[in-house]
């Protein structure tokens, strides 16, 4: 069968577990309403016109064409009068006709816009896992995001399926079946479950490629569906690993589908992409080799953080304000870690209506983890390239690593004055370990613009809590 001998590759029983629109469901739920039916979104922000859509409900995505994220002015209402959006329509060449209208206005009017509400879903995905550990040990799961995990379910198939004359096939969907239901039970969240005899991979190609569109919501990809179902995969950009840029460099070799792949020659795919090009040309013929028990973890070459700021950001000094609190933070991290960084890089988007491209610009500096220089450096990067505009998302990364111990002398250092400045950092960041960040904050925290106390309330970059927000009429 094709290019590989399947019967010398190595065999598992996986399960590949998603929440159905996680985030959208659990606030269904928490509402008392069908997550499957129900049109609601949850917007980050819904107050202004740049609202960022984190989820949505299955029915808000058929009604208005959307994915999970977008922005709230790409749709067709407006989110406050809940009115047809004549604008968005012309831009995406949408229809204007009366009906049309009616039917968006009708959806927007029972439409829910709800705040993200981060703590509540992070109980709602201790409460899966607890399921999932029912069936498998810790080491037998991998969280892939907050609502997806891998379950290798090998060890288990036996014990929860004990019946001897069915196949294994049968056995894993018996019990994927099973998990589904019990998470439904706890959570009222409906999963969507691609299994496999054979491999995380192909797990992972059944959720995305079958799984989702069947009415039980469940479907096995193994060995001896690679050349009916991984090779009819219609678009390079459906499989896992094949963006857009990759997609249009395996055109240029006359690759325009997953069998054109499969059965290229894999050394032309090493020479055009490197190692990448084999793993390419495996996966495609649903050959792969990892272990849930053992994931790869890459290794770690930098800190940052980045945030998209509430609003537009026009003064030079306050977008500086944030850019300063962002180092201070990301300094406090590699204090933590006991490195020092050699090079500082920071990222400046701007507002859609500035019409000006990014900023993006780096450094080399001498090995630091001192707060104050750290900032310095920020600062002066900003000030060597931004020449005005309104900023929306701002990001600083410290790279390049060495122990903290390393250091550069100079006979010009103050060594008694660095030593202080060591001693007050450590100090602080002792304090603020114990009692939180907001213990120990510099003045500058008062100011209308400084991001650093409410940062620090959010998990995930969103809201902890706090129902309510835009509910449109139910």
Not at 35 to 44: A, E, H, K
Not at 192 to 212: F, H, R
Not at 234 to 257: C, H, N, P, Q, V
Not at 325 to 332: D, H, K, L, T, Y
Request: proline share 3%; with cysteine.
């Amino acid at each position: 069968m094709g290019n590989i001998q399947y019967d010398k590759e190595p065999k598992s029983d996986i399960a590949f577990i998603d929440m159905k629109s996680f985030y959208a469901s659990v606030e269904c739920v928490e509402r008392g309403l069908h997550p499957l039916y129900t049109s609601l979104c949850v917007m980050s922000r819904a107050d202004n016109a740049n609202g960022l859509i984190l989820a949505s409900s299955p029915t808000f995505k058929k009604v208005f064409g959307k994915d999970n994220v977008g922005r709230s002015y790409d749709l067709p209402f407006n989110i406050q009068t809940r009115r047809f959006n004549y604008y968005v329509a012309k831009r995406q060449n949408l229809p204007t006709n009366r009906e049309y209208v009616r039917f968006i206005e009708s959806w927007a009017r029972k439409t829910l816009i709800v705040p993200p509400r981060m703590s509540l879903y992070i109980e709602k995905n201790m409460i899966i896992h607890d399921i999932l550990q029912n069936y498998a040990p810790k080491e037998e799961i991998l969280p892939y995001s907050i609502d997806e995990s891998f379950i290798d379910l090998t060890r288990s198939l036996d014990y929860f399926a004990k019946r001897k004359n069915i196949s294994r096939r049968a056995k894993l969907d018996g019990i994927s079946e099973q998990i589904q239901r019990e998470i439904w039970k706890a959570t009222g969240v409906f999963s969507t479950v691609g299994m496999s005899n054979a491999n995380p991979l192909l797990a992972k190609l059944a959720l995305d490629n079958e799984a989702k569109y069947t009415p039980n919501m469940r479907a096995n990809w193994s060995y001896e569906d690679v050349e009916t179902k991984v090779w009819n995969i219609k678009k390079l950009t459906d499989f896992w690993g094949i963006g857009r840029r990759t997609a249009i460099r395996l055109e240029r070799m006359k690759i325009y589908s997953i069998r054109d792949l499969a059965n290229s020659n894999p050394e032309l795919l090493k020479q055009e992409f490197g190692v990448i090009g084999l793993q390419l040309w495996f996966h495609a013929n649903g050959v792969d080799e990892s272990d849930v028990r053992y994931p790869y973890k890459a290794k770690s070459t930098g800190l940052g953080n980045s945030q998209v700021l509430h609003k537009d950001y026009y003064k030079q000094s306050d977008i500086e304000l944030v850019l300063s609190e962002m180092a201070e933070q990301v300094a406090i991290r590699l204090r933590k870690a006991h490195k020092k960084t050699t090079s500082v890089a920071i990222s400046i988007g701007f507002s859609h209506t500035a019409e000006r491209s990014s900023i993006h610009v780096q450094r080399k500096v001498d090995p630091t983890q001192n707060t104050k220089v750290l900032i310095g450096h920020v600062i002066s990067l900003f000030r060597s390239k931004y020449n005005g505009g309104a900023v929306r998302n701002i990001a600083v990364r410290y790279n390049n690593f060495v122990d903290e111990k390393y250091a550069f002398i100079s006979l010009f250092d103050n060594f008694e004055q660095v030593e202080k400045e060591e001693t007050l950092e450590k100090t602080i960041d002792d304090v603020r370990e114990r009692f939180g960040f907001l213990s120990v904050q510099r003045a500058t925290v008062l100011k209308e613009n400084s991001r650093s106390k409410a940062r620090s309330q959010l998990i995930g970059g969103h809201a902890a809590g706090g129902a309510g927000g835009l509910d449109g009429l139910a």
